[in-house]
């Protein structure tokens, strides 16, 4: 990526027209603005706008602004098909798109609303953190991450390639799906993953001091995202109720069907649907891309690390005279331990010779 | 840790025999030896216990051998009552411990069984790799983990110390708790975490690459530790299967009440119980000790590093160079992105001084 080039500048006259100065609208508007492209702000905030355009997303939108040549969404989902609504009233020769994680409910509302939609593409950048606002925005936030667009056969081909060229521009990847296809997709690898954590991480509240004394790392990566802003889910998963209740139904069926067999272990294969569900699970892990998802591609080393600084740093860099290229790299600590673990994977043909030429240099191996 | 120093040479007269030679039977083996313990070992696969042998985790026991100090039972779940029942009545004056994750259901079955169980102390050291057997072996497998103890009123106190000894000496941290409040403690936070995972997992077998294409850092961390060995699992889940069923029926419960809200949002209340269940989310993850669950501690820095050799060593030094402690370290790859990201949780009063210094070396943080 160099801020030198655009996508999107040689296609657009006027300027890029960014509604909602939170955290994805004013990372936007940073991102567009260091390829040298004017940025307008507006928020029902008038402090939001001035402090987006203080850190350098744009600038506040004027009278005499010209019609700008492709307006973006960013507000909270649940006034999103509003936004989309005015903007398309507003600005009739615009290209309106929105960066809302549900496609289909405001694509459906505003279909009832009997809105002509050609100049609508919906969009869905898959970016986000677990704080908001335009204070924690980054010109980066979008780079390497997916970013869906929703076209349809009446999406204008000059309106889809100026998404794309927005996409580029921030240095994500484009991809095209349905809002059917996108909502069922992110309700199964987002939605109910956030649901699941977070009802998981909800058993610990009523548990002892004693028990929460033997969490280890497993505890640990499952209730991760359980952190997540609950007002920003409650508005998520409404605006995508029907594919998330599907897979939760689904789950949930799973779940009493595992409790039913562990219930009653005399029943006939009661052991046997457990091992199933349960292999099931390797296999489901088993697809997903990504390093962590194809760990069974790489091999394993486990390094002891002091927990002191510069250790790892020096593990990391011993491995680099080695000349063996890290895949990935996992940290554990234990509670109150002097020292931790580096997982380090590495490919299979060269983690033999890694762990010999580390315990050479003095490195405790697992 | 010092190799040079036993706290169990000092207490034992005789070997310690071990009798199961897989990972956690040979990591026993290989630990203890490191001390200068004498430890025979036993199998009953004579292949297993010349493979620990030749790793160094100790000798096959000998007709002459004398009746041992300390027997550590190290077999699968299914099979652990029996071995220290037969381990009892071999060796009258031997202290026996197991190393079984599951506690209450071999005690009752020995109680069942009309045995005298002043020489038994079970014990459950929290530690593991994801695959078994001695050529995982390690014995550094239980530095810095808890060892759990269960002793009773009955237990003589140097057996007591004697299984404490065993555990200090292999570097860990022993903790004495009852076998049901053990059993109550690792139902929540092993046994659910693990279920939940490999059912949340087993979700995506039957999804589209497409759905599985836009998995993010939520969905890797959710369902990691759905790669475990499904056998194991099936017989650690059937031994302390009230503990788990209660559990999972709360969380059933839980998932049941959260679909419920989200099918009918117009209900009285319904957004405000889907909120309180993601709330007492974030109140649980909240609870977990360690450095990713006080991440509130923390503030955290994301440094984008190009996915070459050497680039994250390089961050680390230079971290080190400015003279600032990382706390944790957690790296996200996008599947075919040149780049990555580096998340490192340091102290608040640090971080501003540290986003400053990294970018002005040249790095970009988001």
Redesign the interface.
């Known amino acids: 990526m160099s801020a030198s080039t655009s996508e999107l500048a040689s296609r657009v006259r006027g300027p890029v027209h960014v509604i909602g100065a939170g955290l994805l609208g004013a990372s936007v508007g940073l991102g567009l603005r260091e390829r040298g492209v004017d940025v307008t702000l507006e928020d029902l905030s008038p402090t939001s706008v001035a402090l987006a355009a203080d850190y350098g997303a744009g600038r506040a939108r004027a009278e005499s602004d010209p019609e700008p040549a492709l307006v973006v969404v960013a507000t909270p989902p649940d006034v999103t098909a509003d936004a989309i609504e005015r903007a398309l009233i507003r600005f009739p020769n615009s290209v309106v798109t929105d960066v809302a994680s549900v496609k289909l409910a405001p694509f459906e509302e505003l279909t009832r609303r009997g809105l002509d939609l050609t100049n609508y593409v919906g969009s869905h950048p ?1 970016a986000g ?1 677990e704080r908001g606002g335009a204070i924690m925005a ?1 010109a ?2 979008f ?4 970013w ?1 667009i929703c076209r349809d056969h009446e999406t204008p081909a000059e309106a889809l390639a100026l998404i794309e060229a927005v996409a580029l521009d921030l240095g994500s ?1 484009p ?1 095209e ?1 349905t809002p059917q ?1 996108h909502d ?3 309700s ?3 939605h ?14 009523p ?2 001091d ?7 790392q ?11 802003d ?2 920003l ?2 508005q998520i ?2 605006a995508n ?1 029907r594919p ?2 599907e ?6 069926s ?3 069907a ?2 039913d067999a ?2 009653d ?1 005399e029943q006939q294969g009661a ?1 046997r649907r ?2 199933d ?17 194809t ?1 069974e591609r790489f091999a394993k080393i486990t390094v ?1 690390v002091d927990d002191r ?2 250790e ?2 020096r593990l ?2 011993e ?2 005279e080695l ?1 063996i ?2 895949e ?4 554990e ?7 931790g673990f580096a997982e380090i994977a590495v490919l299979p043909e060269v983690a033999e010779r890694a762990v010999a030429d580390l315990v050479e240099r003095g490195w ?3």
Chains 1, 2 share one sequence.
């Open positions: 898959m953190r980054r980066d936030l780079v390497a991450r997916p869906i990847t991809l799906m296809e069922r997709a992110v199964l690898v987002s109910l993953p956030q649901v699941v954590s977070s009802l998981l991480a909800a058993r610990l509240v548990a002892t004693q028990a929460i004394g033997l969490a280890g497993g505890l640990r990566d499952t209730t991760r995202i359980a952190s997540s609950p007002e889910w409650v998963l409404g109720r998330v209740i897979v939760l139904e689904a789950f949930q799973d779940v009493a595992f409790a562990l219930r272990p052991k457990i091992a569900l349960l292999s099931a699970g390797n296999r489901g892990v088993a697809r997903i891309p990504g390093k962590h998802g760990s002891l600084p510069g790892l740093a990391l860099t491995l680099g000349g290229n890290m990935d790299l996992r940290l600590h234990s509670p109150g331990a002097q020292i405790r191996t697992l």
